[in-house]
């Protein structure tokens, strides 16, 4: 017994040494941000998405890059609201926010966007669900 234990703590300490601690909630929260600026979305804050307290944990508020050649939505004044990611059920906006931290190059994801009900002056729904690719940062 104490040789099985002797041989397992170099197994150990070879497979504590390889791994990485999780992006905190900030790193996957600016990560994000990033890597939808490269899709031409770009993160607004809850204020001027004029969000309620309440769904501030929900949804990612959004709007396109002023002239960005192919945004997976029209530009709007009202913007967006990123409601979920791969039609998957329970998602809060930080599962969302580590989701997309977590994209790489030449990946796909579906989003679920709808138009800003809280800026909205027209009335009707708006709602696409939109594979996007992430590509390669500029300069790559």
Request: charged residues 25%.
């Amino acid at each position: 017994m104490r040789r099985l234990l002797l041989l397992g703590i170099p197994f150990l300490l070879a497979a504590a040494g390889g791994c990485k601690s999780a992006p905190t909630p900030i790193e996957a929260r600016a990560s994000a941000a990033q890597k939808l600026a490269r899709v031409g979305l770009e993160v607004v804050s809850d204020d001027a998405a004029a969000m309620p307290p309440a769904e501030r944990v929900r949804w990612i508020p959004c709007r396109v890059v002023p002239g960005f050649p192919r945004p997976p939505v029209p530009d709007h004044v009202d913007g967006y609201l990123i409601t979920n990611i791969d039609r998957s059920t329970g998602l809060t906006r930080r599962d969302m926010e580590s989701k997309i931290a977590a994209w790489k190059e030449g990946e796909r994801l579906i989003f679920t966007i709808v138009r800003n009900p809280y800026l909205s002056a027209e009335p009707g729904w708006y709602e696409v669900n939109v594979p996007v690719k992430l590509p390669a940062p500029p300069g790559s």
